[in-house]
């Protein structure tokens, strides 16, 4: 059973910057893909950035040079560092993995995720 909590969402303007954690419980292996997901109104939940078995790293295209995807492992944390946001970045943003890539499940439930609203 993995467990995940994500913090550090709230209200920013555009061009702003926010960080998240994810703190995680559980059994996590390096061979898993872990990371953050986020759902924006009206729009299909989506990966945003993802650290990949060899730790290599995945951004969907909009967020490229703007969010930066760390992890603790010592502290079982996962950050997302977000700068220059937009309006547009709007969204319930979540940290859960999955066995691998072809996996079709989640390691956790998701849950209520931390809210991330771009506004002037």
């Known amino acids: 059973q993995v467990q995940f909590v994500e913090s550090g969402g709230g209200l920013v303007q555009p061009g702003g910057s926010l960080r998240l954690s994810c703190v995680a419980s559980g059994n996590i292996f390096s061979s898993y893909v872990m990371g953050w997901y986020r759902q924006a109104p009206g729009k299909q939940r989506e990966a945003v950035a993802l650290?990949?078995?060899?730790?290599?790293?995945y951004y969907v295209d909009s967020v490229k040079g703007r969010f930066t995807i760390s992890a603790d492992n010592a502290q079982h944390t996962m950050y997302l560092q977000m700068n220059n946001l937009k309006p547009e970045d709007t969204a319930v943003y979540y940290c859960?993995?999955?066995?691998?890539?072809?996996?079709?499940?989640?390691?956790?439930?998701w849950g209520q995720g931390t809210l991330v609203t771009v506004s002037s």
């Open positions: 859960n993995g999955r066995r691998s890539i072809a996996t079709p499940t989640y390691l956790g439930v």
């Open positions: 650290i990949m078995p060899g730790d290599s790293i």
